[in-house]
């Protein structure tokens, strides 16, 4: 009763009300009144009629826009699970990718990441899905970390950035993928400078060059590049006055002089210039002009770092509060490197006599050197000799080893050895089949029993032209492996021999019974001495 007359009060109240302002409002106001009436009570009957996959979008979008994020997902949801063949279907994947990237945070992001990479794999023909590539990027450029620290995210960061600049390379995109292109690649390239330099400083050229040759090749458009090449052909100039050899130091001082040539035509307005046209011509070599296009394109970067300029007293102290990196030095001209990374340039090579410099082709390549370069300096590093040690006789243990598996037996006989080049065969291997060779066991008179594993490495020694058995004995050869292949072939050869003495070798004081007995009575002896 109570509700019946509250409805019919809100009724007549509202009848009153419009009947009210009809007769206070006359004319043209009373019709703007009515005609707004009518298209409300239109609209709500188009909602009430709508298809239920399209009230569900239109829900999950409003929720998403007044940042209602679970409940806007959850609508999304339904509408995928329930109606796969709907035309929003993709709209509410990607939806639901936007929400977890709009959301924020390390979970979110990662989660958005894997959203819009399902979009990419369903829709790949949209014209969304450079606008998801271009947000999986977006979403490792936010949880990127500062260049001192893990770089996993900058790296998939550009990873999906140079993605992104060669599938899409048309997209309305494209432009801003390739400033954060630009921007990762300086977080990364801080970060190999950062090392290099620290290995500069504590005089390990090795590995600071390295890293140096990385940075020079991969990131041309990094802030200090000039001073990557400065301390490049620094070093190449300290190998040049370390070398006696006049070819190493031609080769030396060529390496140099295309460092200080490119500091002075890329970097005009570098504070190296000076000094790198002071040692070139100390070297000898002609100083070239600086490029134009670079210095236009230094002018353009230096305008553009006066009017973005931030004031240090408030930026420094705020960058330390801050987990993302500092991006302001990144250059905003010039092509980014699209190639992925090669670990071409090595610590152990990129010293070595003859090894190659940076290329300055941006394909992240070092050179084509260090193939020949490296297995030599394994061989020198392993045998001690280089080349030359390796044209002597095979290493004993090894040859003797194998000679020794293979032992000849009653049954079958041993294989003759090849008598050494310029020598006459031994008749007693001719005419005996089961003897061993005179030269090799010392045993002048057949003998039908096989020949003792000892001699075995002596005949395979002499059939490689190796030095006499005294001289194998005593291990003379620099080239010897480590003393375990010569305990392994004692070993071996006791093996071998008790295979050959028949039973004696398996009744002996191998005996299990025999044994626990003897260390049984000594036990009991140790206890009571008497």
Same mark, same amino acid.
């Given at each position: 009763?109570?509700?019946?007359?509250?409805?019919?009060?809100?009724?007549?109240?509202?009848?009153?009300?419009?009947?009210?302002?009809?007769?206070?409002?006359?004319?043209?106001?009373?019709?703007?009144?009515?005609?707004?009436?009518?298209?409300?009570?239109?609209?709500?009957?188009?909602?009430?009629?709508?298809?239920? %996959?399209?009230?569900?979008?239109?829900?999950?979008?409003?929720?998403?826009?007044?940042?209602?994020?679970?409940?806007? +997902?959850?609508?999304?949801?339904?509408?995928?699970?329930?109606?796969?063949?709907?035309?929003?279907?993709?709209?509410?994947?990607?939806?639901?990718?936007?929400?977890?990237?709009?959301?924020?945070?390390?979970?979110?992001?990662?989660?958005?990441?894997?959203?819009?990479?399902?979009?990419?794999?369903?829709?790949? *023909?949209?014209?969304?899905?450079?606008?998801?590539?271009?947000?999986?990027?977006?979403?490792? *450029?936010?949880?990127?970390?500062?260049?001192?620290?893990?770089?996993?995210?900058?790296?998939?960061?550009?990873?999906?950035?140079?993605?992104?600049?060669?599938?899409?390379?048309?997209?309305?995109?494209?432009?801003?993928?390739?400033?954060?292109?630009?921007?990762?690649?300086?977080?990364?390239?801080?970060?190999?400078?950062?090392?290099?330099?620290?290995?500069?400083?504590?005089? %390990?050229?090795?590995?600071?060059? @390295?890293?140096?040759?990385?940075?020079?090749?991969?990131?041309?458009?990094?802030?200090?590049?000039?001073?990557?090449?400065?301390?490049?052909?620094?070093?190449?100039?300290?190998?040049?006055?370390?070398?006696?050899?006049?070819?190493?130091?031609?080769?030396?001082?060529?390496?140099?002089?295309?460092?200080?040539? +490119?500091?002075?035509?890329?970097?005009?307005?570098?504070?190296?210039?000076?000094?790198?046209?002071?040692?070139?011509? =100390?070297?000898?070599?002609?100083?070239?002009?600086?490029?134009?296009?670079?210095? @236009?394109?230094?002018?353009?970067?230096?305008?553009?770092?006066?009017?973005?300029?931030?004031?240090?007293?408030?930026?420094?102290?705020?960058?330390?509060?801050?987990?993302?990196?500092?991006?302001?030095?990144?250059?905003?001209?010039? =092509?980014?490197?699209?190639?992925?990374?090669?670990?071409?340039? /090595?610590?152990?090579?990129?010293?070595?006599?003859?090894?190659?410099? #940076?290329?300055?082709?941006?394909?992240?390549?070092?050179?084509?050197?260090?193939?020949?370069?490296?297995?030599?300096?394994?061989? %020198? @590093?392993?045998? $001690?000799?280089?080349?030359?040690?390796?044209?002597?006789?095979?290493?004993?243990?090894?040859?003797?080893?194998?000679?020794?598996?293979?032992?000849?037996?009653?049954?079958?006989?041993?294989?003759? =050895?090849?008598?050494?080049?310029?020598?006459?065969?031994?008749?007693? =291997?001719?005419?005996?089949?089961?003897?061993?060779?005179?030269?090799?066991?010392?045993? &002048?008179?057949?003998?039908?029993?096989?020949?003792?594993?000892?001699?075995? #490495? @002596?005949?395979?020694?002499?059939?490689?032209?190796?030095?006499?058995?005294?001289?194998?004995?005593?291990?003379?050869?620099?080239?010897?492996? #480590?003393?375990?292949?010569?305990?392994?072939?004692?070993?071996?050869?006791?093996?071998?021999?008790?295979?050959?003495?028949?039973?004696?070798?398996?009744?002996? /004081?191998?005996?299990?019974?025999?044994?626990?007995?003897?260390?049984?009575?000594? $036990?009991?002896?140790?206890?009571? &001495?008497?």
């Amino acid at each position: 009763m109570e509700k019946s007359l509250r409805k019919n009060w809100r009724f007549l109240s509202g009848a009153l009300g419009l009947s009210l302002v009809l007769s206070l409002c006359p004319g043209a106001g009373a019709q703007k009144i009515l005609h707004k009436k009518e298209k409300q009570a239109k609209t709500e009957d188009q909602a009430a009629s709508a298809e239920p %996959d399209k009230v569900l979008y239109t829900r999950a979008m409003d929720d998403l826009k007044h940042n209602k994020f679970t409940e806007g +997902r959850l609508a999304l949801q339904t509408l995928i699970n329930t109606y796969p063949d709907s035309e929003y279907l993709a709209k509410a994947k990607l939806a639901v990718a936007d929400s977890y990237y709009k959301e924020g945070g390390t979970s979110n992001l990662t989660q958005s990441i894997q959203e819009y990479k399902d979009f990419i794999t369903f829709f790949p *023909f949209l014209d969304e899905a450079s606008y998801a590539q271009m947000q999986v990027g977006m979403a490792h *450029f936010k949880l990127m970390e500062k260049a001192d620290r893990d770089s996993a995210q900058a790296q998939q960061a550009e990873d999906e950035f140079q993605t992104m600049l060669l599938k899409y390379p048309q997209s309305t995109y494209a432009p801003e993928a390739e400033q954060h292109l630009r921007e990762v690649q300086e977080v990364l390239a801080n970060g190999d400078f950062k090392v290099a330099h620290f290995y500069y400083q504590k005089q %390990d050229y090795r590995a600071a060059t @390295a890293r140096l040759i990385e940075v020079a090749d991969r990131y041309p458009l990094y802030s200090q590049s000039d001073e990557v090449l400065w301390m490049l052909g620094d070093v190449y100039s300290r190998m040049k006055a370390a070398v006696k050899n006049e070819d190493q130091k031609n080769h030396w001082a060529d390496l140099a002089g295309e460092c200080y040539d +490119r500091v002075i035509q890329k970097y005009p307005q570098s504070k190296h210039v000076k000094d790198s046209k002071a040692r070139l011509v =100390a070297m000898g070599m002609p100083v070239p002009a600086a490029d134009p296009e670079a210095i @236009a394109q230094t002018q353009k970067e230096q305008a553009y770092q006066r009017q973005h300029h931030s004031n240090s007293i408030v930026a420094t102290p705020m960058g330390m509060l801050k987990g993302s990196p500092d991006v302001s030095h990144a250059a905003h001209a010039g =092509a980014p490197n699209l190639n992925p990374p090669t670990d071409t340039a /090595s610590a152990s090579t990129v010293l070595l006599p003859n090894a190659p410099g #940076p290329t300055f082709n941006m394909n992240g390549s070092a050179a084509t050197g260090n193939a020949e370069t490296e297995p030599t300096s394994q061989v %020198d @590093a392993l045998t $001690g000799g280089g080349a030359s040690s390796l044209s002597g006789a095979t290493p004993i243990g090894t040859t003797a080893a194998a000679q020794i598996i293979e032992a000849p037996t009653a049954a079958q006989p041993a294989p003759s =050895a090849a008598p050494p080049s310029g020598a006459a065969p031994a008749p007693a =291997a001719s005419t005996s089949p089961t003897a061993p060779p005179a030269e090799a066991s010392g045993n &002048p008179s057949p003998s039908p029993a096989p020949a003792p594993a000892a001699t075995a #490495p @002596a005949a395979a020694h002499d059939s490689g032209n190796a030095p006499a058995p005294a001289a194998a004995a005593a291990g003379q050869s620099s080239n010897a492996p #480590p003393p375990l292949s010569s305990g392994q072939n004692s070993s071996t050869a006791a093996s071998s021999t008790d295979s050959q003495s028949g039973t004696s070798s398996t009744t002996g /004081s191998n005996d299990p019974k025999q044994e626990s007995t003897n260390k049984k009575k000594k $036990g009991i002896k140790k206890i009571i &001495p008497f």
